[in-house]
């Protein structure tokens, strides 16, 4: 009984693992378009990578879910509240300043997505991932990234640099170029 | 070939004349101009008649070949091209030679005459110019070998009489005088033209022998519509325009506005009748289309018989001459209508010389009266001005058709050729003859007898004229360089006549016109002589209508006048022919021009249709410009729909196929 | 056993979302969020497809992704808070100076 | 030690282990642009102002030179490195040449702009370095990922760069457009990437062409192109993704709008042809015969009753992006070559132009509207000459490289038998013509009303405007060398024939 | 040596040495005298120069002379191929005739911006003279649209008060109207992979031009399009007076002489070389907006209070002529059509002048504004008489010449068209002679005319060259026929039956 019962429960067990992630996904996404604070809308938007990083986990990719709790959620929504204490965003105020958003926009995005979800149906119908389908332990993804992926690695060094420029370039207080201003 | 005629001569040597004068005139004396102007005009007289001796009377063997005329002679090439051609090459034949003397002969005379009356014009050198340059596009016209050649001299003589119409130009009158002959002209050249078209249409060449000899072999036509027809009729056109036929002939009144001698070289005695001598000249056309030889009759009947009518009631005694002149030309045409071209060519050299000396001689008065040239003013004036009294009698005397003078045999041969084709030609003629020895008598006695009823001549009353220097109180007689020219026509236009005497001239011609009319026959003398009676009684009738209205009882004619009332004042308004034309054409013209085609095509619909477009496109790029209405969200509505449209074609397109 | 297109209609309909987001929201930073919840949502299928491919390669590109990501964000707060400088609003309907 | 060529063949072989030189080689012009990138970045703190304007710039553009040189080494080193991550052939030679010659100009021109406008030149130029290596890596990747890395290099180098004058509101206006707006097209571009790996199995555009040719196309495949279209066409402002582009032109600094809408258009554009025509699926030429027809007609449309030169050109530059993408509609080989060539003539005739509004527009950008430009014509010939030159280049004048670019394009199209694109092309360009020739009525043809004082030419600048006029005119004159050079480098990578509605390909055919 | 080894090198350098010109100018000091009489000398050599080609010209020979033909570009294979024949030397003598006088009347007249305005002069004569020898489709093109600049800046910098409209008019006008013939250029081009004019003109008659017959018409449009803009054809023309009426008058003078004549130029070499077919089938609603254009160009031109305007509806009415000739596709009306371009242009160029001469001393061009003026200046009148003479198409003036030859011509065709056409001998005699008249004759109505001064020495030296070639080109036509008619035979070699009517029954 208890063994039918568990091995039922097992069967499932990815499905409902995945339902319960892919819910805190979905309401963490609704709850960023709904909430009318910023901070709540970073919150929530913490809440759908932590839940995707438990999706990641059921593919078995856990260096990347790692990674993704680590860097995103922590590093840089850190970042994202951090600005908006700073710049003590309140509400928003509920401004219409453009009909085209809503009365092109919203439509053209919702048939572009029922279109994408016919395709991806119609792609793949019937076959299914096992739970961790495939594993991506640490050492196979440095074999990736620091031979095959060697060149674009390097190259994100540029990127990031650039990064660290232009947060200083324009975050620099103002001041320091109103002084040349005159 | 060994020798010959050197034809060119003619035209270039006025031309040269005309260049000299033009370029130098008018830094060099008055008599340099006169010695240019009158050597080379009288070289062309000397070297007509020496062509003339030379094939009248030489019997050189040396010149066989060069001197059986028709003869031609090649001088350049002017246009060719593949399927077409036309050379300055000249023609010389009997008829040619005719016309040859007439316009040396006249021209030279009327150089000198102009030498007194334009003495005292500022623009002495121009007028000289001018008026060689007209007898060198004449003379072009007359000795031409081609219809285009002959378009030439057509032209250009049209282009002199244009100048020397408006040679005051100050004078607005003169200045749309001209303007209004050359207009009047063109359109008679339009008809020219396309004659000319049709011909090289259909006979490839405009050479007169090529085309004579392609028209020859063919019938005559019969039916209205015809191509020989057309070519005569349109050829007509031409004539029209240029000898002031009608409709056309509204230009040669205005004319008069021209010095004097100018009416009497260009509008008298040559350019007039060139039209005449074109006809002629293609008479192997015309013989082969009746049609177009009874329309040419009618209209130079009707002509005839429609200017002298308003001849009778025009005072400017140069408007009188004017609308005789359209009268006499009517014969010409009547006699070129009835196939009599010969009679009508005699007709044009007379007429040359009585008509030249009635105008001349009118220049006298008028060089008398100091610029008057109203008969109203004038009356009495035989005492004062003798020698221009007798000349001009003669000339009157002449025209009136009185027997023998050259008027007389002419006008008689004309009415007597008409009759032969039917008597209606005949009676207008006559009635025509009698109306015109009354209105050139009326204007024998308006001027010369009575006593004078102008005002006392003061110094500057023809200031337009130029001559301001003399006018000394009373009327008096012009120089003798004016009065010689006078005399020498003055004979001419007694004896003139009689190398018609027993139809000389007519075998002269011959040659040309071909033997078939010369054979007068003998049956039909007694017609002949009947017709001359009864055209000379005629003549005699007016005069002495004339001589009982304004001599006898000078009273009478205005009675008779407030009588006729509003007929009269229709021949003192010619008709009202120019307001016609002016509200039917030109106004029209004028207007529509104006208001539709500039106006309205032009810039109401396809100036407004380009312009429209252009703010079409601003105002399209202004719709353009609201997609950027610079809020970021917007923009990217704009992205994410137009993604959906890719997503969507794409996908669309893999499943299509 | 969990068919691949949940996966994959979970990771567009993350996609959707963050377009959503960015066309309705008027916070400039909420706007930035709905940006960095739409790459999330491609780290998603590049994971699952990386399971569907078995090749690990799909695992390594979120690496990238997640660089790109902290990149951008650096840049995009700093500039944002340049505009905040300029402009003294967070309002995106506000930010309009440049139009037509 | 100094490599040679022969050197680099010798050193050819390849062992799955480390990197060769070989491979380095094929990224030395990216290697150098990074190194004197980072060399400005650390110098920049221990020079002051004036010294720091000067040397650093000088700096820079020796870093471009070099990095010209490098390509010449690269250019003798064809073939994949990293492990099929870049390939180095003449297409990617060519745009190797092309953005970092531009970077050079946009270096000259901003020479004096930065003492007008008091801006730090150490990031300044930095950025430009840096931004060339993404852009230059664009050209010659091969694999999506790299690619979108490329990318998002350059693009981020653009977005601080349009932020540069940030005491102006609309400068970081136009910088922040320019950012949300291009990380969402981005954020397309990269899902396209990852549906292409999921309908594939892999990301290696020529792994990627093949699997494609083998099988039947997989939905997926056309999905994904889509969406890369969507980013690709949002980079180079291609109807309907060019809504951003008056905005941040406006916005940014004018030296770099003479950069943005050159250097990164042209790389993106090298991007989309390799997206077109090695990845090729059913329907993207249409596609792109709509969106040509579109960018052309739009911009020309927008740009009419501009007062605003930057905007103005904004609106060109996006009319100019579909005559581009005119040549994509055509036939591979002659298509991607009569692209190359206008990518060139438009970077050569457009930094011109900005080289001489960025000068004209003097502190602050002040003068920027037509109204400024009213008888530059006789105030400062020499600048008016240049920017007419331009103009007429833009308009597609004989004699300017803009006439054969045009040309070229065009006869690309009616050689595919796009007569209609053509006649719309054709028409455009008539269009246009009315909104070129109202600057150089401005300069020429009124009496300026206002005052508005000219400012010598400095020898930077004045060197940039040499370039570009002797670039302008030299490919309208001899147009020969670049275009062939165009060609073999397109006959290289660009397949025949599509199996898609484009003529039999005719390349010189000398009778 | 003897000259004639500059054969080959010939056309290069008659195009070539204004632009040469036009550069040392850039680089000359701005002192105005000197820059005028450098740009003198220039233009004078080119003509010199340029007599070098009716000098050794084979004038039997029909097909083209001094041909120089180089690889400029290879792919698309563009050649650098010049060369002219008895139709298009003519253009170019006229071209370089022409400038001389423009840089003479531009003498005083131009006081300020010397240089530029001489500068453009020059650069403008080497296009226009391009455009003539060009064999090369697309050298053909590329000196087209090379005209466009320096023309719409004479116009717009040195014109008169409502330039700027009038600069933009004229150029959007062509520009509009020759992107369509680029495009047909294009398609060619694509379908016989050459540019060449004779290789494509041999192909297409082979009818080895796959999907020519589809095309045909189209193209036929395409390259009908730009030039009846040019010309300008009837519907076409608003953008002629305004670009007359504010143009310098060498600006003007260049654009009656020659740019029209680029149209029927093109109408002539491309049109009827190219598209014989399609030539005939249009011909009977081109020679009818031909015919429009003559009847109704002269009729608006007869009631324009402004001189300048006048004559361009005249140059309408007459171009009118010229094309109505080359659509009768006969031997008369062809040569007649040469013949009136080259008459018009001179004719009507120097009625230019002559209202220049006016503006200069008035700034106006209001008829009402004068009147009488041939008192005050008696040597102007006189010139201008003969110009107008030449206009009016007085037999031995260069006008008459060409129109009897295209109206026989166009009557040979259909009788209706000459007829029609015919009419416009009488147009023409009324608008010009009843300017003449209200401007000159009269006594002087407005005062300040009695003040204004004859011909200075530089007009008359623009001048009377012009009414010299008028009167040369009516007395001796056979100088300039003699070269043309074999050349326009050639052209019509297409037309066979039709030729054969010339010669007549």
């Known amino acids: ?182 | 070939m060994t020798a010959n005629l050197n034809l060119w001569l003619f035209p270039l040597l006025p031309l040269a004349g005309a260049a000299i004068n033009g370029v130098l005139g008018k830094k060099s004396s008055r008599r340099a101009v006169t010695t240019i102007a009158l050597f080379f005009s009288g070289a062309a007289f000397i070297w007509a008649v020496k062509v003339w001796l030379a094939v009248m009377f030489t019997r050189d063997p040396r010149w066989a070949g060069v001197l059986d005329l028709p003869h031609t002679e090649f001088f350049a090439h002017w246009i060719r091209i593949t399927g077409f051609s036309a050379d300055f090459a000249f023609y010389l034949d009997q008829l040619s030679l005719v016309m040859l003397l007439v316009v040396t002969g006249v021209g030279f005379l009327i150089h000198i005459y102009s030498v007194g009356y334009m003495w005292d014009d500022p623009s002495y050198s121009r007028f000289f110019s001018y008026l060689n340059l007209f007898m060198f596009f004449m003379l072009t016209l007359v000795l031409a070998n081609n219809y285009l050649l002959m378009f030439i001299g057509w032209e250009g003589v049209g282009l002199a009489s244009y100048l020397l119409i408006g040679f005051w130009f100050t004078k607005d009158s003169a200045a749309s005088a001209g303007k209004k002959a050359f207009i009047v002209n063109r359109i008679g050249d339009f008809g020219f033209l396309i004659a000319l078209f049709l011909l090289i249409k259909h006979f490839g060449s405009l050479d007169f022998e090529q085309v004579f000899q392609g028209v020859s072999p063919l019938a005559s036509e019969t039916g209205e519509a015809g191509l020989l027809t057309a070519i005569s009729i349109l050829l007509m056109v031409g004539a029209c325009g240029k000898s002031a036929q009608i409709p056309l002939y509204v230009w040669l009144p205005d004319a008069m506005e021209g010095p004097t001698p100018v009416s009497a070289l260009i509008h008298a005695a040559t350019m007039v009748t060139a039209g005449v001598y074109m006809v002629a000249r293609s008479h192997v056309i015309f013989e082969r289309a009746p049609t177009a030889l009874m329309v040419v009759a009618i209209i130079g009947t009707l002509t005839a018989f429609f200017a002298a009518t308003i001849g009778i009631a025009q005072t400017d005694i140069k408007k009188v001459l004017a609308y005789s002149t359209i009268s006499q030309l009517g014969y010409m045409f009547m006699a070129c209508g009835v196939g009599a071209f010969s009679a009508g060519i005699f007709h044009l050299m007379t007429h040359a010389f009585f008509k030249g000396l009635l105008f001349l001689g009118a220049g006298s008065v008028i060089h008398a009266v100091g610029g008057e040239q109203d008969m109203r003013k004038m009356g009495g004036l035989k005492s004062y001005i003798p020698w221009t009294f007798l000349t001009m009698s003669i000339a009157t005397l002449a025209i009136a058709g009185i027997p023998p003078l050259a008027g007389f045999w002419s006008k008689d041969e004309i009415l007597w050729k008409a009759y032969q084709v039917s008597p209606v030609y005949w009676g207008i003629g006559v009635v025509t003859a009698f109306i015109t020895s009354f209105y050139m008598f009326r204007l024998l006695y308006m001027t010369f007898f009575g006593d004078y009823r102008g005002a006392q001549v003061d110094a500057h009353r023809h200031g337009s004229d130029g001559h301001d220097s003399h006018g000394h109180g009373e009327p008096h007689e012009s120089p003798m360089v004016m009065l010689v020219p006078l005399m020498i026509l003055a004979v001419l236009s007694l004896v003139g006549g009689f190398v018609g005497w027993g139809n000389h001239f007519e075998r002269f011609l011959a040659p040309v016109f071909g033997a078939g009319e010369v054979t007068a026959e003998a049956a039909s003398r007694v017609t002949e002589w009947l017709l001359m009676i009864v055209s000379v009684t005629v003549a005699a009738l007016g005069w002495w209508l004339a001589y009982l209205l304004y001599y006898q009882r000078p009273d009478l004619p205005q009675k008779i006048a407030n009588s006729l009332g509003s007929f009269y004042q229709t021949l003192v308004h010619k008709y009202y022919v120019d307001e016609i034309y002016a509200a039917v054409f030109v106004k029209p013209l004028v207007d529509g021009s104006t208001r539709i085609l500039w106006q309205g095509v032009d810039r109401k619909i396809i100036d407004a249709a380009v312009n429209d477009s252009a703010d079409g496109a601003r105002h399209a790029s202004d719709e353009v410009r609201q997609m950027q209405s610079g809020n970021i969200r917007s923009y990217a509505g704009w992205i994410a729909a137009g993604s959906a449209v890719v997503i969507a074609f794409m996908i669309w397109m893999a499943v299509g196929r | 056993m969990v068919p691949l297109s949940c996966y994959l209609l979970l990771s567009g309909f993350l996609f959707a979302c963050g377009v959503v987001g960015f066309l309705v929201k008027r916070n400039i930073i909420t706007i930035f969020m709905s940006i960095e919840l739409m790459l999330n949502g491609v780290n998603l299928s590049f994971v699952a497809f990386a399971a569907h491919w078995h090749a690990l390669a799909g695992q390594v590109f979120v690496f990238f992704v997640m660089v790109v990501a902290a990149a951008e964000a650096a840049v995009g707060l700093a500039i944002i808070i340049a505009v905040y400088r300029t402009r003294e609003t967070l309002n995106v309907d506000q930010v309009n100076l440049l139009k037509l | 030690m100094i490599l040679t060529p022969a050197a680099l063949y010798s050193a050819g072989t390849y062992s799955p282990t480390l990197p060769q030189s070989a491979d380095y080689v094929r990224i030395l012009p990216e290697i150098i642009l990074s190194i004197f990138g980072m060399t400005v970045m650390v110098l920049e703190p221990l020079l002051d102002e004036e010294t720091g304007q000067k040397v650093l710039g000088l700096i820079a553009l020796v870093g471009t030179l070099a990095g010209l040189g490098a390509t010449w080494f690269m250019a003798q080193a064809p073939g994949l490195a990293f492990w099929n991550m870049v390939q180095v052939d003449g297409f990617s030679v060519f745009f190797h040449v092309l953005v970092i010659a531009i970077a050079a100009v946009v270096i000259l021109s901003s020479y004096e702009y930065m003492t007008v406008q008091r801006i730090r030149a150490g990031e300044y130029y930095a950025l430009i370095l840096f931004g060339v290596v993404g852009m230059a890596l664009m050209s010659s990747a091969i694999e999506l990922v790299l690619i979108f890395i490329a990318l998002e290099i350059s693009s981020i180098s653009s977005y601080v760069l349009a932020g540069f004058r940030r005491h102006e509101a609309s400068s970081a206006e136009s910088s922040l457009k320019y950012f949300l707006l291009g990380s969402f097209a981005t954020a397309f571009f990269l899902y396209g990437v990852a549906l292409m790996f999921g309908a594939t199995g892999s990301t290696n555009i020529d792994l990627i062409s093949k699997t494609l040719q083998a099988g039947p196309l997989p939905l997926l495949a056309s999905a994904a192109v889509a969406f890369m279209f969507v980013g690709l066409g949002f980079k180079v402002a291609a109807a309907p993704f060019h809504v951003w582009t008056p905005d941040v032109y406006e916005g940014a600094p004018a030296p770099i709008v003479g950069f943005m809408s050159t250097a990164p258009k042209a790389a993106a554009f090298a991007v989309l042809l390799r997206v077109v025509f090695v990845i090729h699926v059913p329907g993207m030429l249409r596609l792109i015969w709509v969106a040509a027809a579109l960018s052309m007609t739009l911009g020309n449309m927008g740009a009419l009753v501009q007062n605003n030169v930057k905007r103005l050109l904004a609106y060109s530059s996006i009319a100019h992006a579909g005559y581009i993408l005119v040549a994509f509609a055509a036939s591979p080989q002659l298509g991607t070559s009569a692209a190359m060539f206008y990518t060139a003539a438009y970077a050569a005739m457009n930094l011109g132009a900005f080289a001489v509004v960025s000068h004209f527009a003097n502190a602050g950008e002040r003068y920027v509207t037509l109204e400024d430009y009213e008888g530059l014509g006789r105030s400062s010939p020499l600048l008016a000459a240049t920017l007419t030159v331009s103009l007429l280049s833009l308009i597609g004048i004989p004699m300017t490289g803009g006439f054969f670019a045009k040309f070229y394009v065009f006869s690309a199209a009616v050689q595919a038998n796009l007569i209609w694109l053509t006649i719309i092309g054709v028409l455009n360009s008539g269009i246009g013509a009315y909104y070129y020739l109202r600057i150089i009525v401005m300069m020429y043809m009124r009496e300026s009303r206002r005052e508005v004082p000219v400012t010598p030419v400095p020898l930077a600048l004045g060197l940039a405007l040499a370039v570009c006029l002797a670039a302008t005119l030299y490919l309208g004159i001899f147009p020969g060398g670049v275009l062939q050079n165009a060609q073999d480098s397109a006959r290289q990578f660009a397949p025949q024939t599509l199996h898609e509605g484009s003529a039999p390909a005719l390349v010189s055919t000398v009778p | 040596m003897s000259t004639e080894s500059l054969s080959p090198i010939i056309l290069t350098l008659v195009t070539f040495v204004p632009l040469a010109g036009a550069l040392l100018l850039m680089l000359l000091p701005r002192r105005d005298r000197d820059i005028r009489v450098f740009a003198l000398v220039v233009s004078l050599l080119t003509f010199v120069l340029s007599l070098h080609l009716p000098v050794y010209f084979h004038r039997a020979q029909a097909g083209f002379q001094y041909q120089i033909n180089k690889q400029w570009v290879s792919t698309p294979n563009i050649h650098y191929h010049m060369g002219v024949d008895g139709i298009s030397m003519w253009l170019v003598v006229l071209t370089t005739f022409l400038t001389p006088l423009c840089v003479l009347i531009s003498w005083k007249s131009i006081h300020e911006r010397v240089k530029e305005f001489f500068i453009l002069l020059l650069i403008l004569e080497t296009a226009l003279i391009g455009v003539f020898t060009s064999l090369d489709l697309f050298l053909f093109y590329f000196f087209w649209e090379a005209t466009l600049i320096p023309m719409a800046l004479l116009i717009g910098i040195f014109g008169h008060e409502r330039k700027v409209y009038a600069a933009v008019k004229f150029f959007m006008y062509t520009m509009i109207g020759s992107v369509f013939m680029l495009a047909a250029i294009l398609w060619l081009y694509a379908n016989t992979g050459s540019f060449d004019f004779v290789v494509i003109r041999d192909k297409i008659a082979s009818g080895a031009v796959p999907g020519f017959a589809a095309a045909a018409q189209w193209l036929f449009l395409g390259f009908f399009l730009a030039f009846a803009v040019k010309v300008p054809l009837f519907p076409f023309h608003t953008w002629l007076p305004d670009a007359h009426v504010e143009a310098p008058t060498a600006g003007s003078v260049l654009l009656a002489g020659v740019l029209l004549k680029m149209g029927t130029y093109g109408l002539l070499r491309f049109n009827l070389g190219l598209f014989p077919e399609q030539s005939r089938q249009n011909a009977w609603w081109v020679m009818t907006l031909a015919l429009i254009g003559i009847i109704y160009g002269a009729l608006v031109a007869m009631v324009q209070p402004n001189m300048k305007k006048l004559i361009a509806y005249s140059s309408v009415s007459h171009l009118g002529f010229v094309v109505l000739g080359i659509f009768s596709f006969t031997q008369a009306g062809l040569n007649g059509a040469m013949f009136v371009m080259l008459a018009h242009g001179i004719s009507t160029g120097g009625l230019f002048m002559l209202a220049g001469v006016l503006h200069d001393r008035r700034h106006t061009y209001e008829i009402s504004e004068f009147g009488g003026l041939a008192l005050p200046m008696p040597v102007y009148a006189a010139s201008y008489l003969v110009i107008v003479l030449a206009s009016v198409g007085l037999p031995l003036m260069n006008g008459f010449i060409g129109e009897f030859l295209v109206l026989s011509g166009a009557f040979q065709d259909k009788a209706v068209y000459g007829i029609l056409g015919a009419t416009g001998i009488i147009w023409s005699a009324v608008y010009l002679l009843w300017m003449y008249q209200r401007v000159f004759y009269g006594k002087v109505t407005h005062p300040v005319n009695n003040s204004m001064g004859d011909l200075i020495g530089s007009e008359k030296m623009a001048i009377w060259p012009c009414a010299a070639a008028a009167l040369v080109m009516g007395v001796a036509p056979i100088l300039w026929l003699g070269a043309i008619d074999p050349a326009v035979h050639a052209a019509l070699a297409p037309f066979a039956q039709v030729v054969s009517k010339v010669v007549g029954p």
């Open chain 1, 1 to 182: 009984m208890l063994g039918a019962g568990y091995s039922v429960l097992v069967m499932n067990f990815h499905l409902i693992l995945f339902l319960a992630f892919g819910a805190v996904c979905v309401g963490g996404a609704v709850n960023l378009l709904v909430q009318r604070h910023p901070i709540n809308s970073a919150l929530s938007l913490i809440a759908v990578m932590a839940a995707l990083a438990g999706e990641y986990l059921l593919l078995g990719a856990e260096f990347v879910a790692a990674v993704q709790v680590i860097v995103y959620a922590g590093a840089i929504m850190v970042l994202f509240v951090f600005v908006i204490m700073l710049l003590n965003a309140g509400e928003e105020e509920h401004t219409n300043g453009s009909q085209v958003a809503v009365l092109l926009g919203v439509p053209g995005m919702l048939t572009g997505s029922v279109l994408m979800a016919w395709v991806v149906l119609r792609h793949s119908r019937t076959e299914s991932v096992a739970i961790g389908a495939l594993p991506g332990p640490p050492n196979d993804i440095a074999q990736l990234l620091f031979h095959d992926f060697l060149l674009p690695f390097e190259v994100t060094s540029v990127l990031i640099l650039i990064a660290i420029m232009g947060a200083v370039v324009l975050a620099s207080k103002p001041e320091a170029a109103a002084g040349k201003v005159e």
